[in-house]
């Protein structure tokens, strides 16, 4: 049974959409902290999955797809403004890699390029204590996806400085 979240309407209701694009990595964390039980972190992962803004199905491919996730994961970004500020859609087939997807997304949504290559993000998750808590191959697709994302941003950022003429 989950533990009541200042950051959640009630402990057995569903995070919403609303609710998901609204909660901060630090309100995520402090959730974790109010979690007691293994089954009960992992059930709050499976709620924040639940709470990702659907994915188009069109949006599902190959060139989205994760690489070296076990479960299928799929990220997509898009790019807006000058300087660039990115946002990000995802989804997986698992459960948990889906809640493991909904929290990278909370941490690099909205941010600029230089943003994202400066987060920690495994540092992150070692705040959360869960990388002692995921299969190998849980590990392996998130490492994937973090990387995934780093290394659209760094692609960014070659490209701003390359048409930078102060460069």
Partial sequence: MLVASPHLTHPTTQTTHYQ??????????????????????????????????????????????IEGCQSGVWIKTTTAGSPPVLTFVGDSDSAIVKGLVAIVIS?????????????????????????????????????????????????LVEMEAADDPAT
């Fill in 107 to 155: 941490l690099v949504n909205g941010r600029s390029p230089k943003e994202i290559l400066a987060l920690d993000i495994p540092e992150f998750f070692a705040k959360l204590n869960l990388e002692n808590h995921l299969s190998p191959t849980r590990k392996t697709g998130l490492n994937e996806m973090v990387k995934s994302i780093k290394q659209q941003a760094a692609v």
């Fill in 20 to 65: 998901l694009m609204m909660m901060t990595p630090e309100e995520i964390l402090e959730d974790f902290s109010w979690l007691e039980s293994w089954d009960d972190r992992y059930g709050y992962l499976v709620e924040l999955g639940r709470g990702l803004p659907p994915m188009d199905p069109a949006d599902k491919t190959e060139e989205t797809r």
